[in-house]
């Protein structure tokens, strides 16, 4: 117990038979439960767990017969918490690279009641470029700022870091079947956690690599495959919280900065195509693309303004 509040860290797994073992021997001693949720693993992950197992009651395993991906082993994870009626969930993956020195920082900002949800961030130390793979801290600050676009927690930083923990109440609202279960799941998260207007805080973590972990994550392919993902999930973020749940006149922002976006494009290459073929720039024609890009670019700078200002109160 933390404060007078109960802690169970959920420890998502696969293949982490060398790793494992260190996170379940340094969790802090206020935790009330571990509970290990295997991902299908082929190596000796379970059987580590299982000697753990022998030695402590606070520690509890979930075995997956088929890969559900991180986010499918988080999602079984919260909900044992919740039938549990567990204070505050933490998530501290099984591969050794979030420090548990840290944790107490993670938690206090919940069981002050200053947030619903609290966040590592690597970057607040200025540590992460020398300690994270250069491909991989690049990749993640794009990302981080685009979520920054699509979440509407402009606050925040380092979207991808996985090092998390959520109250009873965030953990009992959410709809976990909405959730994307894969390399993602941590920003697809604060999509609707920002739905629902829950409170969120970035706090500084320390990056932990090179420990003997494992990394399958091809980084290149993720900025691709999540930015779509992104995409997507923003115009669903707009339409749940702006439309359906409350009304927001930011829609008509972001709509009219798509359409002159749009307009814009076909009259660029509207203008290049008589230009190779003629030689020639239309004047008309490319005064015309030039208004319609600066249009759109006030359009989606007045829509983000009123997007920021909508979900400052989300800022602990």
């Not at 696969?14 to 073992?21: C, K, L, M, P, V």
């Not at 402009?154 to 009873?168: C, M, P, R």
């Not at 709809?175 to 829950?198: A, C, E, S």
């Not at 030039?290 to 200002?309: C, H, I, R, V």
Request: with cysteine; net charge positive; charged share 20%.
């Amino acid at each position: 117990m933390y404060k007078n509040k109960t802690v169970c860290v959920v420890v998502p797994a696969y293949n982490e038979a060398t790793q494992i073992g260190a996170v379940i021997e340094t969790m802090p001693g206020f935790v009330d439960a571990i509970i290990v949720v295997d991902d299908a693993s082929t190596d000796e992950t379970i059987r580590v767990v299982k000697i753990y197992q022998q030695k402590m009651n606070s520690l509890f395993l979930i075995e997956h017969q088929a890969n559900q991906g991180c986010g499918g082993a988080l999602v079984n994870g919260y909900k044992w918490a919740e039938n549990k009626e567990y204070d505050i969930a933490v998530r501290m993956d099984g591969d050794g690279q979030m420090n548990p020195d840290d944790l107490e920082a993670l938690l206090d900002p919940i069981v002050q009641g200053k947030a619903d949800y609290s966040k590592g961030n690597r970057f607040f130390s200025g540590k992460a470029y020398e300690a994270m793979p250069k491909i991989r801290f690049f990749g993640t600050a794009f990302l981080s700022l685009l979520t920054k676009i699509v979440s509407g927690y402009w606050h925040l930083s380092d979207f991808q870091s996985g090092y998390t923990a959520i109250n009873k109440k965030a953990l009992t609202a959410i709809d976990w079947t909405k959730m994307y279960k894969r390399y993602g799941q941590p920003n697809d998260l604060l999509i609707l956690l920002n739905v629902h207007n829950f409170k969120v805080a970035d706090v500084p973590v320390d990056p932990i690599y090179h420990v003997g972990e494992v990394s399958g994550i091809k980084i290149k392919k993720i900025v691709f495959t999540l930015s779509w993902l992104l995409i997507k999930r923003f115009f669903w973020r707009l339409r749940e919280k702006y439309i359906f749940r409350d009304f927001h006149p930011l829609v008509f922002f972001y709509g009219l900065g798509i359409s002159l976006f749009c307009l814009s494009s076909l009259l660029f290459l509207r203008v290049f195509y008589i230009w190779f073929t003629t030689t020639h720039i239309p004047a008309i024609n490319s005064l015309a693309a030039f208004s319609s890009f600066l249009g759109a670019a006030q359009f989606f700078l007045f829509a983000m303004w009123f997007d920021m200002e909508a979900n400052k109160h989300l800022k602990p």
